[in-house]
């Protein structure tokens, strides 16, 4: 089973930066996706913020375009999540979260397994 343990969050001001990290160990096996998730307040649906894939496609939502990059270190076993221009809306729990390519493309990703999450908040 994969485990993830996410790093990286804290408080910042606006138009600062923070790059999270997301470790990853145990079995991957059949895990060929992962991804960036984030809840902006308890009870709200988790939103997809940015995602790879073993292709090494990445995509990123509209809200968060030009501002967070994506990328991944194999060799390290850890995802990043560049996150510059920080915004008050930005402020969420953000997760790191692991899955299985699908899609008629595979671009999109089923997520099964999750970090615990790390805290990123935005002041004005």
């Known amino acids: 089973q994969v485990h993830l343990v996410e790093s990286g969050g804290g408080s910042v001001q606006s138009g600062g930066s923070l790059r999270l990290s997301c470790a990853t160990s145990?079995?991957?096996?059949?895990?060929?996706?992962m991804g960036w998730l984030r809840r902006q307040a308890p009870g709200k649906e988790r939103e997809g913020v940015a995602?790879?894939?073993?292709?090494?496609?990445?995509t990123v939502a509209d809200s968060v375009k030009g501002r967070f990059t994506i990328s991944q270190v194999n060799a390290k076993n850890t995802l990043y999540l560049q996150m510059n221009n920080l915004k008050p809306e930005d402020t969420a729990m953000y997760y790191c979260?692991?899955?299985?390519?699908?899609?008629?493309?595979?671009?999109?990703?089923?997520?099964?397994?999750w970090g615990q999450g790390t805290q990123v908040t935005v002041s004005s």
């Open positions: 979260a692991a899955g299985i390519r699908y899609g008629s493309t595979g671009d999109d990703c089923a997520y099964n397994t």
């Open positions: 145990g079995y991957t096996y059949g895990t060929n996706c």
């Open positions: 995602s790879i894939n073993s292709g090494g496609r990445t």
